[in-house]
């Protein structure tokens, strides 16, 4: 059996508490080790996308939680370990090539390859024609 070879390094220095690093910089060292690794993951997941475009994708989800000075540090340090631990099982290929897409897809442009969400419900007005149960269904009353 062959041990995959897992970003030890980076995964001992992101995942260790020293006193010496605040959160922002754990936060930007995730960041780097993540951007380093996006060439790799797509060849490995023969994903053919940009690298840029990937790239922009995992920028916008570090951004998402309000980047590297707006946020707890007791909160950083869970999302740096899961974030450490979402690439090393990606480095491992324990991640299928689906479970890495929704990271490479952009849900605006691409809502159908990525994590689509439905945002909107259907209005009152589109429901004319339909039963009761329908109605009471989608307007979460049943």
Do not use: C
């Amino acid at each position: 059996m062959v041990i995959p070879k897992l970003s030890t390094a980076t995964a001992t220095a992101v995942r260790g508490t020293k006193a010496d690093l605040n959160p922002r910089d754990k936060i930007l060292r995730l960041y780097r080790h993540v951007q380093k690794q996006v060439p790799a993951l797509l060849h490995t997941y023969a994903i053919e996308e940009p690298v840029a475009n990937v790239r922009a994708n995992i920028k916008r989800e570090f951004a998402k939680h309000g980047g590297p000075e707006g946020i707890d540090p007791k909160i950083s340090n869970i999302l740096v370990f899961k974030g450490q631990m979402e690439l090393d099982e990606a480095i491992a290929q324990w991640k299928t090539r689906t479970h890495i897409l929704k990271y490479v897809y952009d849900v605006v442009y691409k809502p159908h390859l990525a994590r689509s969400k439905v945002e909107e419900l259907p209005e009152a007005k589109d429901l004319e024609g339909e039963s009761e149960f329908v109605k009471k269904f989608l307007a979460g009353t049943l």
